[in-house]
């Protein structure tokens, strides 16, 4: 079964995207696994790690505003 596997690097380096071929910064790294063996991997500049995830269903939501409704309401 074929697995798809992220990991961000521990520190971010500078090369070429293996997906948009541009030089960036790389931060993560994109895994193709069938059963135990590697297939093979990509390194990722931020912006093309996160349409990956997105298209693979494995995106994070990033929360731009927090809203609280029930400030200043004692409860019942």
Same mark, same amino acid.
Request: hydrophobic share 30%; proline share 1%; glycine share 8%.
């Given at each position: 079964?074929?697995?798809?596997?992220?990991?961000?690097?521990?520190?971010?380096?500078? /090369?070429? *995207?293996? *997906?948009?071929?541009?030089?960036?910064?790389?931060?993560?790294?994109?895994?193709?696994?069938?059963?135990?063996?590697?297939?093979?991997?990509?390194?990722?500049?931020?912006?093309?790690?996160?349409?990956?995830?997105?298209?693979?269903?494995?995106?994070?939501?990033?929360?731009?505003?927090?809203?609280?409704?029930?400030? /200043?309401?004692? /409860?019942?």
């Amino acid at each position: 079964m074929l697995q798809i596997h992220f990991s961000y690097y521990a520190r971010p380096r500078r /090369g070429r *995207c293996e *997906c948009c071929n541009r030089q960036q910064t790389l931060e993560q790294k994109l895994w193709l696994q069938e059963d135990d063996s590697l297939i093979g991997d990509l390194s990722l500049c931020s912006e093309c790690a996160a349409v990956w995830e997105e298209l693979l269903g494995q995106g994070k939501e990033k929360i731009i505003q927090e809203w609280n409704f029930c400030e /200043g309401v004692s /409860g019942s």
